[in-house]
């Protein structure tokens, strides 16, 4: 063979094995690890987020209920525990009058006593005929009275000690003081706003939604709650299905469960309710991640029966939490691939790493 032929079939060999290597290379390529899920019918209804707001059931605002100088209270932000006080007023003068209310007690429990033993003995007198009825009558009437009149001074005495123990605002619940309408040293009225105390234990998520979704809402039903960092389910716990001219809102309250030993939602906090806006119907829906997003559309990686995957147009639809509806050449029970689809190519190999 003369020299000139060696160099084309030197070039038809290097550029037949160039031309392979690719094929060979990814006939070698270990399987790709990902994480597979399930595509199924469920039924699912669109929705749209409203704002809504974490609220306390616990939440008062503590009224003095005697009149008086206000001689202490908590700070703000303080922790009252319930039954603890969040103000003490001064209770000078209701301890003067419950000096006085006792020696009226005192005095009026011996004319009592006194008038006792004396209707007894013109009794026993009476009946030797020692002393006139009118008089046994007449010591009987004033007897009758000295009780009520011991009765009314006991009262009395019960009422201003009442009144001393008013003095001591206390707290209904555990909670936090927000505010002070009043400070040390100012005069406080009868039903005067005292202090602001919010429970952070019981709270619950008021949310409005426009009123053409109403129907779609019902009491005891799993809306999703999100924040910046969390998400929950709440249900439903009243409906306030009316809305005004002007807004043309309903309110909805959700209650809503607090994890062991956390505090994740305080009242105040901003969310968003994932609210029904139609009503459900069944769909076939797959994760949000199994959906890879590319300029020509958006496609979804099924499993086939020998492990390697096609990639398959498809076009989402409603949401539903984690999951999305979707329409296209996926059928309910087709395994789809939601964790390590980003590099996938059609044809490739892959091991599922866990199982749907």
């Not at 004396?118 to 026993?124: A, I, M, P, V």
């Not at 607090?258 to 994760?287: C, F, N, Y």
């Amino acid at each position: 063979m003369n020299k000139n032929c060696r160099i084309p079939l030197t070039f038809f060999f290097l550029s037949v094995y160039f031309l392979s290597f690719p094929a060979i290379a990814q006939k070698k390529r270990p399987p790709a690890p990902v994480e597979v899920a399930t595509a199924v019918m469920m039924d699912i209804a669109p929705m749209i987020d409203v704002a809504g707001t974490v609220i306390s059931r616990d939440d008062a605002q503590l009224a003095a209920e005697v009149p008086g100088r206000i001689t202490w209270m908590a700070e703000v932000g303080q922790f009252i525990q319930k039954g603890e006080a969040v103000a003490q007023i001064d209770d000078i003068r209701f301890q003067l009058q419950k000096r006085e209310a006792k020696s009226k007690v005192t005095a009026a429990r011996a004319r009592t006593g006194y008038l006792l033993k004396e209707s007894k003995r013109l009794k026993k007198m009476a009946k030797n005929q020692h002393t006139s009825q009118t008089v046994l009558e007449k010591t009987v009437s004033d007897y009758d009275v000295s009780l009520a009149d011991l009765d009314a001074a006991e009262a009395q005495l019960a009422l201003i000690e009442d009144n001393i123990g008013k003095t001591r605002i206390l707290a209904p619940f555990n909670g936090y003081v927000t505010e002070r309408h009043k400070m040390p040293g100012e005069h406080a009225k009868v039903a005067e706003e005292i202090v602001h105390l919010v429970g952070i234990e019981n709270i619950e998520i008021e949310a409005s939604a426009p009123l053409m979704y109403v129907s779609y809402v019902k009491k005891g039903a799993a809306l999703v709650v999100k924040s910046r960092d969390q998400k929950t389910l709440a249900k439903v716990s009243s409906l306030v299905s009316i809305g005004t001219g002007q807004s043309r809102q309903f309110i909805m309250r959700l209650a809503i469960n607090l994890h062991s030993g956390r505090q994740d939602w305080i009242p105040g906090m901003a969310v968003q309710v994932s609210v029904p806006t139609q009503e459900k119907v069944s769909q076939l829906v797959i994760p949000r991640d199994a959906m890879v997003i590319r300029r020509d559309g958006i496609y979804v990686f099924r499993v086939q029966g020998d492990n390697t995957v096609e990639r398959i147009q498809v076009t989402p639809g409603a949401a539903a939490g984690e999951n999305i509806a979707i329409t296209g050449a996926i059928k309910d029970g087709d395994k789809v691939v939601v964790r390590g689809n980003e590099r996938l190519r059609p044809g490739q190999v892959v091991v599922s790493i866990k199982n749907p």
